[in-house]
């Protein structure tokens, strides 16, 4: 299985104001940078699931035009990188809360989802209206309601088998790497659940500056740390060191 690596690509804002435009213009520069950065990723370098973090249930709090404005290139996207998405079997997939986006956005996510259901390449996960606290309450409200429809009068214990299996996607498996970058050392609510052993790797550069060249050198950086999972790496356990 190759990886999943997961994108909070953030500086739109401040690559514009450093050149003196409008942060909608950053937005704009960023969508390049995402059609770039994915067609690396979809050029056979090991990605199976690549997740893009295009907007957070936090983000509602901007101006109306700059959600707009988003809200618009995400429609845009999705128009234009179909063709690419077929000839390239990507399959396109949503994490957040679909019910609370515009219809019209909404609408054509469910359609570019369902219309590329069946591709079998690598799949590009946009995370849009996405919160991880949020996408926790809403798999454990999901898991309640199965619960107590199958099973009324029992008392109901969550496990963390439960919560995982009503995640957005239960099926894509947790990422390997999350990158950050515009050189901020936060996680921004992103994959909260799913990424308990992501590797994090931070980018000083502004998202509208990244290349595919920049995710190369992510994933070369990435290969050659050594992923422990909480226990212990082979080398220590021979030396009888415990970590
Ligand atoms: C972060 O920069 C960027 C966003 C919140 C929007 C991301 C949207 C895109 C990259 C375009 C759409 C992409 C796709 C794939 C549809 P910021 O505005 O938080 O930057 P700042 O921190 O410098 O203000």
């Given at each position: 299985m190759g990886l999943h690596v997961g994108i909070i690509m953030d500086g739109n804002g401040r690559w514009a104001q450093a050149r003196g435009l409008m942060r909608t213009q950053g937005h704009l520069e960023g969508l390049k940078a995402a059609k770039q950065v994915v067609k690396t990723a979809a050029s056979g370098m090991g990605i199976d699931f690549l997740t893009l973090y295009v907007f957070s249930t936090e983000n509602w709090k901007r101006t109306a035009e700059e959600v707009g404005f988003i809200m618009g290139l995400v429609r845009q996207y999705l128009k234009a990188e179909f063709a690419f998405a077929s000839e390239n079997h990507i399959r396109v997939r949503h994490a957040g809360d679909l019910s609370r986006l515009p219809p019209d956005v909404a609408g054509d996510i469910a359609d570019v989802c369902r219309d590329t259901e069946s591709f079998a390449g690598m799949q590009v996960i946009l995370a849009l209206n996405y919160g991880g606290r949020d996408e926790i309450v809403r798999a454990v409200n999901k898991a309640l309601a199965s619960a107590s429809a199958s099973v009324s009068g029992k008392e109901i214990k969550i496990n963390e088998t439960i919560i995982a299996g009503h995640l957005d996607n239960p099926d894509i498996p947790d990422p390997d790497l999350i990158i950050r970058t515009a050189g901020e050392y936060r996680?921004?609510?992103?994959?909260?659940?799913?990424?308990?052993?992501?590797?994090?790797?931070?980018?000083?550069?502004?998202?509208?500056?990244?290349?595919?060249?920049?995710?190369?050198?992510?994933?070369?950086?990435?290969?050659?740390?050594?992923?422990?999972?909480?226990?212990?790496?082979?080398?220590?356990?021979?030396?009888?060191?415990?970590?």
């Open positions: 996680t921004s609510n992103f994959l909260l659940w799913e990424a308990a052993y992501a590797e994090y790797y931070i980018s000083d550069k502004l998202w509208p500056d990244w290349t595919g060249a920049d995710l190369v050198e992510a994933i070369e950086s990435f290969q050659k740390r050594e992923r422990r999972f909480g226990g212990v790496n082979s080398a220590s356990c021979e030396a009888g060191v415990s970590l």
